[in-house]
């Protein structure tokens, strides 16, 4: 009778154990339970604050009171359309696209040697050498680029130890990307981008890569194809949904990177940085929003042409 008694389940074993069975019975019940705390969250509060963010930037300011008048207008979004507006998303676009485009000219040697050549522990070292930058703190590493890229910095100073000094000011001397110095300059801003950025690039076009079968390419040696026509004709084509899936990264992230450019780089402003004065020390939240509002929809066109070239596949 004692061993029949052990036998029995405690009464909160046998709930849980209807509970499951219940779940185990209704597998749509249990995926509803998964998906509703994220759904709520993503519904409720990012796409909640997102409507928000677009409905304040169809209101206006007064321009006497300086107070926000609730009543629908495209008046702030004519203003987007002024000279000095029109100059700062511009720049921001063209600053994002610059540091895509170089991310993905020095990300692809560097995937493609890990995906067909490093193997075992090199492998192993590669994602190490890959990830560790992303381990550290986003402001530790911008002022410490801030601190090697100026005047008086260990880049300055290691320039006058091998004599190119002078390269270094001739390209601080040039129109637009120059300045005082590196770290005052578009180009030390462009430079340090690219650094926080990089392995963004690195492991989509390296998981790319990794599906590319090596047949393909002994195919077309075999068929007499040179290195150089064999890269253009099978390796790129089937590398471009990584491609196209880091630019993604790289390109949303300078977009709306608003720190950064505080730090390095000259006064002139990007979207990120315009937001976050017209919303504080400005107070004029409608046309904050209107500009947050170009990122979405700079994003929306981009994706929808990665979308295109398969960058989706290679998440």
Known sequence: MTALALDLPLPREGLSRRFSDALY??????????????????????????????????FSIDEFSGTIVREFTLK???????????????????????????????????????????????????????????????????????????????????????????????????????????????????????????????????????RVPGSLIEASADLGAAPGQTFRTVILPLAMPGLAAGSIFTFSLTLGDYILPQIIGPSTLLIGQTVYVLQGTAGNIPLAAAFAVVPIVVMALYLTAAKRLGAFDAF
């Open 76 to 210: 702030t979004y004519a203003e987007l359309l002024a000279p000095a507006n029109l100059d700062v998303i511009l720049r921001t676009i063209l600053i994002a696209a610059c540091v895509t485009l170089a991310s993905g000219v020095l990300a692809f040697p560097v995937a493609y040697y890990a995906a067909r050549y490093a193997r075992g522990r090199l492998k192993a070292a590669f994602y190490l050498a890959v990830m560790m930058p992303l381990w550290s703190s986003y402001l530790v590493k911008v002022y410490a680029w801030k601190l090697l890229l100026a005047r008086e910095g260990a880049v300055a100073w290691t320039a006058e130890r091998v004599g190119a000094t002078p390269a270094v000011d001739a390209l601080l001397a040039l129109p637009v990307i120059g300045g005082p110095s590196l770290s005052v300059s578009y180009l030390g801003q462009f430079l340090v981008f690219i650094y926080l950025w990089l392995p963004f690039m690195i492991l989509p076009i390296q998981a790319a890569l990794e």
């Open 25 to 58: 019975a209704r597998r749509g019940l249990l995926l509803t339970l998964l998906l509703v705390p994220p759904l709520l969250w993503l519904g409720v509060v990012y796409v909640g604050s997102l409507v928000a963010l677009l409905l304040q930037s169809f």
